[in-house]
């Protein structure tokens, strides 16, 4: 079965660095399209950022500059490497994944996702 692990959270102070980990397993080898997304309490949910097979990403505004997604399609895990944080950036951030290749700020739209992780959570102190 399809399984998507995320790794790495914590609890960090204002300009601290955390680094995301999705480890994937099942359906494929190889996602095409692959995204991170975050919700806090009473919030919509936002995608972060996405990457496709062609090494495309894409970013939020609120995390561009910042953020920096990558992924080893060896290991068949994802990254999100999370700099400069800010107290704005709690939230509980799960990875997703597609069979489908995807371009530009569609990546960032939820509903192209097929499967999910549980989420991990990041907590930025002011």
């Known amino acids: 079965q399809v399984k998507l692990v995320e790794s790495g959270g914590g609890s960090v102070q204002a300009g601290g660095s955390l680094r995301l980990s999705c480890s994937t397993s099942?359906?494929?080898?190889?996602?095409?399209?692959m995204g991170w997304f975050r919700q806090a309490p009473g919030k919509e949910r936002e995608g972060v950022a996405g990457?496709?097979?062609?090494?495309?990403?894409t970013y939020a505004d609120s995390v561009k500059g910042r953020f920096t997604i990558s992924k080893d399609n060896a290991k068949k895990t994802l990254y999100l490497q999370m700099d400069r944080l800010k107290p704005e950036d709690t939230a509980m951030y799960s990875c997703?994944?597609?069979?489908?290749?995807?371009?530009?700020?569609?990546?960032?739209?939820?509903?192209?996702?097929?499967?999910w992780g549980q989420g991990s959570q990041v907590t930025v102190s002011s």
């Open positions: 997703a994944a597609a069979p489908d290749l995807f371009f530009s700020n569609t990546l960032l739209r939820a509903n192209i996702y097929n499967f």
């Open positions: 990457i496709n097979n062609l090494g495309m990403t």
């Open positions: 099942g359906y494929t080898s190889s996602w095409s399209s």
